[in-house]
Nanobody, 123 residues
Framework: QVQLVESGGGLVQAGGSLRLSCAAS????????MGWYRQTPGQQRELVAD???????NYVDAVKGRFTISRDNAKNTVYLQMNSLKPEDTAVYSC?????????????????WGKGTLVTVSS
């Protein structure tokens, strides 16, 4: 099985910075794309940024130039450095990973999600 655990959320003033981390653990063989999503009450979850296994990145327009996604493949961890935070960045941030994992002698490919971490930006 695979588990994703996020950390690094919290309360910050507008203009401040936070760094989110998401570590994957379990019977992992490969991790393909890893990404960060966010959701506010009453809204659909949206992709913030993702990064593939060779480091190519993708960002939603609203965070370009302020957020940076990175990963450490040796640690099965993805990071989201968030700078110049705005009140509209307030949300629950969740990570997602597309993982190849094993159970016994069988291998599987599936998407896995963390439980999320709350980021609150005050004005």
């Amino acid at each position: 099985q695979v588990q994703l655990v996020e950390s690094g959320g919290g309360l910050v003033q507008a203009g401040g910075s936070l760094r989110l981390s998401c570590a994957a653990s379990g019977s992992i063989r490969n991790i393909y794309t890893m990404g960060w999503y966010r959701q506010t009450p009453g809204q659909q979850r949206e992709l913030v940024a993702d990064i593939n296994s060779v480091g190519s990145t993708n960002y939603v327009d609203a965070v370009k130039g302020r957020f940076t996604i990175s990963r450490d493949n040796a640690k099965n961890t993805v990071y989201l450095q968030m700078n110049s935070l705005k009140p509209e960045d307030t949300a629950v941030y969740s990570c997602k990973a597309d993982v190849q994992w094993s159970s016994g002698t069988l291998w599987y490919n599936s998407a896995h999600w963390g439980k999320g971490t709350l980021v609150t930006v005050s004005s």
